[in-house]
């Protein structure tokens, strides 16, 4: 995050816009633009790991939503509580980092089914 900090000024204070308006939309009031969307592949229902690919950043001035940067988050349903897994830039990166989405899921107390998901990671990579 720090490189993407120096990088895009703003983007601490857009990722707390982010978080309080689009997060809230989606996940509280069922509205959806089509710009966050659970991410294929991972067979776990909680959390459930959202992409949110419109993400708009001040630094980017004339880009709105459409400034390149993800979001990766987990959204923990019974609680109502988002944390945040990672943030990059389109263009410096092809896609989400499975492997980190695996690390972060097996720092949750009680998560089930890690060595299943392990397999679902490598096919994924496989198939890229």
Do not use: W
Not at 29 to 52: C, M, S, T, V
Not at 66 to 71: A, D, L, Y
Not at 92 to 101: H, N, Q, S
């Amino acid at each position: 995050m720090k490189k993407l900090l120096k990088r895009f000024k703003t983007l601490e204070d857009d990722l707390e816009i982010f978080i309080k308006n689009e997060l809230n939309l989606y996940h509280k009031l069922k509205i959806d633009n089509r710009g966050i969307f659970q991410i294929p592949g991972l067979q776990i229902e909680n959390p459930k790991i959202y992409k949110a690919k419109k993400f708009a950043c001040r630094s980017l001035k004339g880009k709105g939503v459409q400034s390149g940067i993800r979001v990766i988050y987990a959204y923990f349903e019974e609680n109502d509580k988002i944390e945040l897994i990672e943030i990059y830039y389109k263009g410096d990166k092809k896609g989400e980092d499975r492997e980190r989405i695996l690390k972060y899921l097996g720092t949750i107390p009680n998560f089930k089914g890690l060595k299943k998901l392990h397999g679902l990671a490598e096919k994924s990579y496989e198939k890229s």
